[in-house]
């Protein structure tokens, strides 16, 4: 979602201020909420395995031959 259409929204409360300055102060205040909720990404991890080999006697489940 754009940030401008949050604008018409928050100008009646922050009358004569200038839009930049509004977008600026929202970018600031959405960050805040993300951070404090837990969904603001600092870094992503990704570990990738290339192989895994497993005997039948590592196996979790047991295997049913029919």
């Known amino acids: 979602m754009e940030l401008d259409t949050y604008l ?13 300055v ?3 102060y929202l970018i ?10 837990n969904i603001w ?6 570990f990738m395995v290339t192989t895994v080999r497993l005997s039948i006697n590592q196996l ?4 049913i031959m029919v």
């Open 60 to 63: 979790q489940a047991p295997l």
């Open 8 to 20: 018409s929204r928050i100008r009646p409360y922050a009358k004569g201020c200038p839009d930049q």
């Open 41 to 46: 990404r600092h870094s992503d991890k990704l």
């Open 22 to 24: 509004i977008r600026n």
């Open 28 to 37: 600031i205040t959405l960050r805040d909420i993300c951070h404090r909720a």
